[in-house]
């Protein structure tokens, strides 16, 4: 019996909504198995039961093992998975999480398929990170001078707050301990944040990879939508963590990282600029009763969508 392209019968509504999720759940060196509507982690301690409905991204690292009846409750369930290395610090893959609909996306496809509206999708993201900046009419070149200086006064400010010493950026891709503690932290909260982004992407259904600001990777998106919120929640974070030192600077920066972003709903407020800066109609999917379930047509002439699951051989004039 096939079974090719089956899915669970829950319906987005019956879901637990990303904005009520936990944002992420870190898991290393366990099996994660399915108990139940349930996911279990085994290690050496015992195991851990996780209600798979209220996660937002489970991040896998170094020596997981994930049954397939596992990835099948997350699946229903409208989690997203991401496959992550040591400390969560690099980012692997990806699991499909959730989407019925494809107005987000082409939505999302509309503004950056157009260089005009692009540019304004861009301008938009930069007003969200820096409200007190006015980036109508700045060009791209403009707006990135304008990003520079504000993570450089970002980095100086976290480090008068907390005491941490701060010399500049460093980011060693092949030894992460070779950065001092809030370069550490700092790497360990941007990739907890991609890993979080490209969950809500995907259960939203747009692409990752058609970005606005960023550009030829194929989380480009992603990436935009992580920096919308990197200096407000993921650098105050990691300079939290790093006061206490470089030992374990990733762990810690992951459970601050983690409260900060439940305690601001961040999840909620990510769906909500993620619709806003893609100016997507609320009212009109209502309307077409796709958030109901699986919604497919066929696409005619005039921009005239008609019924799928039907043969219109007899209706055409050749």
């Known amino acids: 019996m096939s079974t090719v392209a089956r899915r669970g019968a829950a319906a987005p509504r019956e879901l637990a909504r990303v904005g009520d999720r936990l944002s992420f759940v ?6 994660v198995h399915r108990a139940d509507n349930a996911i279990t982690a085994t290690d050496a301690e015992g195991v851990t039961h996780i209600p798979s409905a209220t996660i937002g991204t489970l991040l896998l690292g170094p020596g997981t093992r994930v049954t397939h009846q596992a990835m099948s409750v997350l699946g229903e369930c409208g989690a997203g998975v991401a496959w992550v290395g040591e400390h969560g610090v690099r980012f692997y893959a990806g699991g499909r999480a959730l989407t019925r609909s494809s107005a987000l996306v082409e939505a999302q496809a509309t503004a950056w398929a157009n260089l005009r509206t692009r540019l304004d999708v861009a301008r938009s993201m930069y007003r969200l990170r820096f409200p007190d900046e006015d980036p109508a009419g700045r060009t791209r070149q403009q707006l990135l001078g304008l990003e520079g200086d504000r993570l450089r006064a970002c980095y100086r400010a976290e480090s008068a707050r907390t005491g941490v010493p701060w010399r500049r ?62 200096t407000e929640v993921a650098i105050p974070a990691a300079f939290d963590a ?41 009212t009109a999917e209502d309307a077409s009763g796709s958030s109901d379930g699986d919604r497919v047509t066929l696409q005619s002439d005039h921009g005239t969508e008609v019924e799928s699951g039907r043969n219109y051989a007899d209706e055409i004039i050749w």
């Open 169 to 230: 950026r460093e980011y060693n891709r092949d030894d992460f301990a070779a950065g001092d503690a809030p370069n550490q932290g700092i790497t360990a909260a941007a990739q907890c944040m991609y890993g979080i982004a490209h969950a809500v992407v995907t259960a939203l259904g747009c692409s990752p990879a058609l970005g606005f600001v960023h550009s030829g990777h194929e989380r480009s998106f992603v990436m935009d939508i992580a920096d919308l919120y990197k």
């Open 26 to 31: 870190y898991l290393e060196r366990c099996v």
């Open 242 to 282: 790093a006061v206490e030192g470089p030992e374990d600077v990733a762990a810690r920066t992951r459970r601050a990282l983690r409260d900060r972003i439940n305690k601001t709903r961040l999840l909620d407020r990510c769906v909500r600029d993620i619709k806003g800066l893609l100016r997507f109609d609320e």
